[in-house]
């Protein structure tokens, strides 16, 4: 029984050869939309093929995608021929691709598609590098094949127009395996040579195929890069080529370009005929003027008079004018000095001071009033006083009765400690004096202690 | 001043330049004169360089790099 079991590398085997065998598989035509594409460095594409039902993972090997004209990617509807074969590490079956194209469009408008968006992001369009065309070119190189209908454009336009210019061919294959190289062979030449002040690159009207090589990113890029300015009439007004957009002025066509890179002799001819007219004209109109001008003055000169009265007039407009301008002035002034007058007026002080001087009369009165009450007061104060007084004044005492003791010396005797028998004292009454001597001296027991 | 190194076009812009001039009002009578004769000269010189180029021959590069004569156009 262990016998019957096998390997899984076994069964991969063989299901990858019966696949290989199998006629349907061994090519297959596959429309789809693209998903996970990847580019891997070492050049191999991987990505899924999808549609609504269904998805298949798919690779394109380096040696097949190396001649795609456009670059995969996500979202893009193509149609694939392959084959279908087992990848036998993952034990996954897919899609082995040979070759690929865009559905829909062709594969050479999706790549011209690309090239301009990426060259258009990268700058190479910008109006800032457009280098300037020469007016008068001395020596002009034309990049396009030896034969055919453009160059006999070119030619023919050139001769007619400006036949001074000297008109170099480098002739280039325009179409084919080789065009891309031929015209960057040529570019650089042209470059190297020192010798051409304009570059003419053109190719007759064709299909998108034919004029291909005017599509490659190098051409467009070395058109870019020349030193001397590029101007290109290829194909038909409504074919814009990647080159077109690069160069420093398209053309609609070889012969367009033709016009464009040379001016016309007999157009500056007739340009110089008008400025030599031109030229002669103006000097005689000023030396006719001046010529006027100075027969002006020998007829003035001739009748001194004129001269003077109009100097005469001339001087009554100054005194006129002098009198109004001063008229004007003084009311001017006036007007000013009326104005401020007013203004004066109202800052007259007589008001304020009158204010104030009723305000200094109610002060007064106040003040009056005021003092007069003080005063009242102080008054009945005074003879309250007086009447105090009255009633303290020793002389009213006496009139009770009383009598006051003086020494010998005059002074007060107020206590018995100052008296012995045998001194004389006086005493004032009310209404007189009395001598006495003092016969016995009793003092109270309160002070004889 | 038009002096003979002066190329066609530099003489031609000159030329321009002195017929504007002199189309301004107020130019002096010396000036107008002097601008008159400088215009005169620059404008022969235009003439002279157009009638002595002279009509140049195709020329085409061929594969060593060397220019021969092209023999133009078939059945011209």
Same mark, same amino acid.
């Given at each position: 029984m262990r016998n019957q079991y096998i390997t899984v590398t076994a069964l991969t085997k063989y299901l990858k050869k019966k696949m290989d065998i199998d006629p349907h598989l061994k090519q297959v035509l596959i429309k789809g939309e693209i998903s996970n594409f990847k580019h891997h460095s070492r050049g191999h594409m991987y990505m899924t093929i999808k549609d609504q039902g269904a998805q298949i993972r798919a690779v394109m090997f380096a040696s097949d995608n190396r001649h795609l004209k456009f670059l995969p990617e996500d979202g893009m509807q193509v149609l694939i021929e392959g084959n279908v074969s087992v990848f036998e590490a993952f034990g996954q079956y897919q899609l082995y691709i040979r070759s690929l194209e865009p559905d829909g469009?062709?594969?050479?408008?999706?790549?011209?598609?690309?090239?301009? $968006?990426?060259?258009?992001?990268?700058?190479?369009?910008?109006?800032?590098?457009?280098?300037?065309?020469?007016?008068?070119?001395?020596?002009?190189?034309?990049?396009?094949?030896?034969?055919?209908?453009?160059?006999?454009?070119?030619?023919?336009?050139?001769?007619?127009?400006?036949?001074?210019?000297?008109?170099? =061919?480098?002739?280039?294959?325009?179409?084919? $395996? $080789?065009?891309?190289?031929?015209?960057?062979?040529?570019?650089?030449? =042209?470059?190297?040579?020192?010798?051409?002040?304009?570059i003419i690159i053109g190719r007759g009207g064709g299909s998108i195929e034919d004029l291909w090589a005017f599509n490659d990113e190098r051409v467009a890029k070395a058109i870019f890069h020349s030193d001397i300015p590029v101007i290109s009439g290829i194909g038909h007004e409504t074919d814009f080529t990647i080159s077109d957009f690069t160069s420093d002025v398209r053309a609609v066509t070889p012969t367009g370009a033709a016009e464009l890179a040379a001016p016309s002799l007999i157009d500056i001819n007739t340009h110089l005929r008008q400025m030599q007219a031109t030229l002669t004209r103006s000097t005689q109109y000023i030396i006719q003027t001046y010529k006027n001008e100075l027969e002006n003055y020998v007829s003035n000169l001739q009748r001194p008079n004129r001269l003077f009265r109009e100097k005469e007039q001339y001087l009554d407009k100054l005194t006129d004018d002098m009198l109004h301008h001063l008229k004007r002035i003084y009311q001017n002034r006036l007007h000013t000095y009326q104005s401020l007058s007013i203004r004066f007026s109202h800052l007259n002080p007589k008001k304020q001071y009158q204010q104030l001087n009723e305000t200094k009369?109610?002060?007064?009165?106040?003040?009056?009033?005021?003092?007069?009450?003080?005063?009242?007061?102080?008054?009945?104060?005074?003879?309250?006083?007086?009447?105090?007084?009255?009633?303290?004044?020793?002389?009213?005492?006496?009139?009770?009765g009383y009598a006051i003791p003086y020494n010998m010396d005059g002074d007060i005797v107020s206590s018995t400690a100052y008296l012995y028998p045998g001194d004389d004292v006086t005493f004032k009454l009310k209404d007189g004096t009395l001598a006495c001597s003092i016969q016995e001296v009793w003092r109270d027991e309160k002070d004889g202690r | 001043m038009a002096d003979e190194s002066m190329t066609f076009e530099t003489a031609l812009k000159k030329l321009e330049k002195v017929v504007q001039e002199l189309e301004k009002e107020e130019v002096?009578?010396?000036?107008?004169?002097?601008?008159?004769?400088?215009? %005169?000269?620059?404008?022969?010189?235009? @003439? @002279?360089?157009?009638?002595?180029?002279?009509?140049? %021959?195709?020329?085409? %590069?061929?594969?060593?790099?060397?220019?021969?004569?092209?023999? @133009?156009?078939?059945?011209?």
């Amino acid at each position: 029984m262990r016998n019957q079991y096998i390997t899984v590398t076994a069964l991969t085997k063989y299901l990858k050869k019966k696949m290989d065998i199998d006629p349907h598989l061994k090519q297959v035509l596959i429309k789809g939309e693209i998903s996970n594409f990847k580019h891997h460095s070492r050049g191999h594409m991987y990505m899924t093929i999808k549609d609504q039902g269904a998805q298949i993972r798919a690779v394109m090997f380096a040696s097949d995608n190396r001649h795609l004209k456009f670059l995969p990617e996500d979202g893009m509807q193509v149609l694939i021929e392959g084959n279908v074969s087992v990848f036998e590490a993952f034990g996954q079956y897919q899609l082995y691709i040979r070759s690929l194209e865009p559905d829909g469009k062709g594969a050479l408008y999706a790549a011209y598609e690309q090239t301009k $968006e990426k060259m258009e992001k990268e700058g190479y369009f910008d109006q800032q590098y457009k280098k300037e065309i020469p007016a008068f070119p001395g020596n002009i190189a034309i990049i396009t094949s030896p034969t055919g209908a453009a160059i006999r454009d070119i030619i023919s336009t050139l001769k007619r127009r400006f036949p001074i210019v000297q008109l170099t =061919v480098i002739p280039v294959m325009v179409q084919g $395996e $080789e065009a891309v190289n031929s015209i960057l062979t040529a570019i650089s030449k =042209v470059n190297h040579m020192h010798t051409f002040d304009t570059i003419i690159i053109g190719r007759g009207g064709g299909s998108i195929e034919d004029l291909w090589a005017f599509n490659d990113e190098r051409v467009a890029k070395a058109i870019f890069h020349s030193d001397i300015p590029v101007i290109s009439g290829i194909g038909h007004e409504t074919d814009f080529t990647i080159s077109d957009f690069t160069s420093d002025v398209r053309a609609v066509t070889p012969t367009g370009a033709a016009e464009l890179a040379a001016p016309s002799l007999i157009d500056i001819n007739t340009h110089l005929r008008q400025m030599q007219a031109t030229l002669t004209r103006s000097t005689q109109y000023i030396i006719q003027t001046y010529k006027n001008e100075l027969e002006n003055y020998v007829s003035n000169l001739q009748r001194p008079n004129r001269l003077f009265r109009e100097k005469e007039q001339y001087l009554d407009k100054l005194t006129d004018d002098m009198l109004h301008h001063l008229k004007r002035i003084y009311q001017n002034r006036l007007h000013t000095y009326q104005s401020l007058s007013i203004r004066f007026s109202h800052l007259n002080p007589k008001k304020q001071y009158q204010q104030l001087n009723e305000t200094k009369k109610e002060l007064t009165r106040r003040l009056d009033r005021q003092s007069k009450q003080i005063l009242q007061a102080k008054k009945q104060q005074l003879q309250l006083y007086i009447h105090q007084l009255a009633l303290l004044n020793p002389l009213e005492i006496m009139k009770r009765g009383y009598a006051i003791p003086y020494n010998m010396d005059g002074d007060i005797v107020s206590s018995t400690a100052y008296l012995y028998p045998g001194d004389d004292v006086t005493f004032k009454l009310k209404d007189g004096t009395l001598a006495c001597s003092i016969q016995e001296v009793w003092r109270d027991e309160k002070d004889g202690r | 001043m038009a002096d003979e190194s002066m190329t066609f076009e530099t003489a031609l812009k000159k030329l321009e330049k002195v017929v504007q001039e002199l189309e301004k009002e107020e130019v002096p009578l010396e000036k107008a004169i002097e601008l008159y004769q400088e215009g %005169m000269q620059l404008s022969k010189s235009c @003439d @002279d360089k157009l009638k002595n180029a002279e009509n140049k %021959m195709v020329k085409v %590069m061929n594969e060593e790099g060397k220019l021969e004569p092209f023999d @133009d156009v078939q059945g011209d």
